[in-house]
């Protein structure tokens, strides 16, 4: 009965430390962080076009141009998505940052975990979300380009990324397998969240 009131004794929270637990040395343990669930910056205005994402192999790549607010650390990434077709399929998509070269995608830069195609919803879909594991750190007022990429070419069943068009960053466009990218349209932005 002593062991557990002494154990129990050397984790109680220690006052002005923000939850730690005080360990039998003193040492303070800080509470877990990394939460992942601060949205850093977004476009989430009015819904518009939305350009497919894998239904050929010219849209193995769609990206949308976005310049940082601040410097952070992104350690997720949310697109609005949703499937066009109900077939099974084992297409998977990541989510990818890019820098920036004459509007268009240049170096790679990080890739997100997976997601499967098929568990999109319908139209008009939902934030589906890309974790980054490591996060990446983007710069104040740089330019990126946020990168969504299929693994697979299904003309039936795909996924389509929403636009918006009161964006503070235009371009949104394509990029086949090489990649090669071409531009979609200049007056719209892929919905996203960025967080950190």
């Known amino acids: 009965m002593k062991r557990l009131i002494l ?6 929270p220690v006052s ?9 040395s003193g040492t303070v343990v800080a509470a877990a ?4 669930d601060t949205v850093v910056q977004s476009e989430t205005g009015a819904l518009s076009l939305t350009p497919n994402l894998g239904d050929d192999a010219a849209h193995t790549y769609i990206y949308s141009r976005i310049i940082a607010t601040e410097t952070f650390d ?13 077939g099974t399929t084992s297409t998977t998509i ?18 997100s975990e997976p997601i499967n195609r098929d ?21 104040n007022a740089v330019t990126y380009h946020s990168v969504l990429k299929a693994s697979l070419i299904d003309a039936s069943n795909y996924a389509e990324w929403v636009t918006e068009t009161t964006c503070v960053t235009t ?9 090669s990218w071409s ?7 892929g919905v996203y969240e960025w967080y950190k």
Do not use: H
């Not at 002005?16 to 039998?24: D, K, P, V």
């Open 74 to 86: 992104l350690c997720k990434l949310g697109a609005q998505l949703y499937k066009t077709g109900n």
């Open 119 to 139: 568990d999109l919803t319908g139209y008009p879909g939902q934030l589906e979300y890309f974790t980054f594991s490591p996060s990446y750190t983007l710069t």
């Open 33 to 36: 962080s990394g939460a992942c």
């Open 16 to 24: 002005g430390n923000a939850g730690g637990l005080m360990m039998s």
């Open 94 to 111: 990541v989510a990818q940052i890019w820098s920036d070269s004459g509007l268009q995608p240049s170096s790679l830069l990080a890739t």
């Open 183 to 189: 531009l979609y349209t200049s007056a719209r932005c």
């Open 7 to 12: 154990l129990i004794a050397l984790l109680i």
């Open 171 to 179: 371009y949104v466009g394509f990029g086949d397998a090489t990649p």
